[in-house]
């Protein structure tokens, strides 16, 4: 038995660590392991089990020599298995090595809402006319919002169907950007031309053309012997800046509480050119905005003489505005937040 064990000893100790070293997929490391140092069927296990029929000489002598192999052989395939595994990692980048002159894949681009886009352009029109950007409350007083504005305590718009009042509280949302002016006029002498953009609710049933919230963008200029035509002129601009320099405009007259005269101001339909369609009613034109010379009761509620100082106002919506610019048939699309219909309406 003793020299048997011997020559095994001799055999393994000097082939183990030759043929672990040799070895070149981590599949053979895994079966160098299972064949030196299986649990069950290991050579360098069964040698390790067999010294305890060794005599007491040879296990002091054989013992920590085993021992020491045992070690040897677990440390050359750990070292070697991870150097396997460098070389495996190594040539799986290669392989996978990303080519830097293919075009990278689109990534999506965020973009302007459609009703952000117009609003930006009608202010941009405006700022370069010469008016200054105001702003101001979207919680808004019956005074600022009602009354500053010539409108009569039985008007239609001042009932609950059609505004929004704040219970338990004298406010309202306001129905209109015009409280803005309201405001300024009160704190600023004349002359005056500002721009009032921004949100406005009103107490509407929801359809194709009327939201309960949507976006305005007024003006207002006051200064001495302003007239009609000064109105005119500036609309013309604005219009032809937003729709290309071949809109057509016409005036109407027409009436506001807080102007006099007033008149609302018609571009003839994008659509038919003017030939007749459902979209303006058979009629060749489209509504846009209402206008008109501010009323002297206006001026003189914010202290503003109207002997010496007149002026002009006007309103248009801005969802209006996206809705022809971009063919769109119905305002709540706008609002469906379904970015597929965004991403083909967005500039």
Not at 160 to 176: E, V, W
Request: aromatic share 8%.
């Amino acid at each position: 038995m003793s020299q048997d064990w011997e020559r095994g000893w001799l055999e393994l100790s000097v082939s183990a660590l030759d043929v672990v070293s040799r070895v070149e997929t981590l599949e053979a490391v895994e079966a160098a392991r299972v064949e030196y140092l299986g649990r069950e069927r290991g050579r360098l296990t069964a040698l390790l089990r067999g010294l305890k029929d060794l005599p007491l000489e040879q296990k002091k002598v054989y013992g920590p020599q085993a021992n020491a192999l045992k070690d040897a052989i677990e440390k050359s395939l750990e070292s070697r298995k991870r150097a396997l595994e460098a070389k495996a990692l190594e040539a799986g980048l290669a392989s996978s090595r990303v080519d830097l002159t293919l075009p990278a894949p689109p990534w999506p681009r965020g973009r302007r809402h459609p009703v952000s886009e117009t609003m930006n352009e009608m202010t941009s029109i405006l700022g370069r006319l010469g008016f200054s950007l105001a702003e101001g409350p979207q919680v808004e007083t019956d005074r600022n919002n009602f009354e500053g504005l010539n409108v009569p305590a039985d008007h239609p718009a001042r009932d609950l169907q059609d505004t929004f009042y704040l219970k338990d509280l004298p406010l309202l949302l306001r129905t209109h950007t015009s409280p803005v002016q309201i405001r300024h006029m009160e704190a600023n002498k004349p002359p005056i031309r500002i721009m009032a953009p921004g949100r406005v609710f009103r107490h509407e049933a929801v359809d194709a053309s009327h939201s309960a919230v949507f976006h305005q963008v007024e003006g207002l200029y006051i200064d001495k012997n302003v007239s009609m035509a000064d109105l005119k002129g500036t609309l013309s601009v604005f219009i032809r800046g937003l729709f290309g320099p071949k809109a057509a405009i016409r005036f109407r007259p027409s009436f506001f509480p807080f102007v006099e005269p007033g008149a609302e101001v018609d571009v003839r339909c994008l659509l038919c050119a003017g030939e007749g369609c459902p979209a303006c009613k058979r009629s060749g034109w489209m509504e846009m905005l209402g206008a008109g010379l501010v009323h002297p009761n206006v001026l003189r509620f914010c202290g503003i003489d109207p002997e010496v100082w007149s002026g002009y106002a006007f309103g248009v919506g801005v969802e209006r505005i996206a809705l022809l610019r971009y063919g769109v048939p119905d305002i709540r699309m706008l609002y469906e937040n379904d970015l597929r219909v965004l991403e083909k309406l967005a500039p």
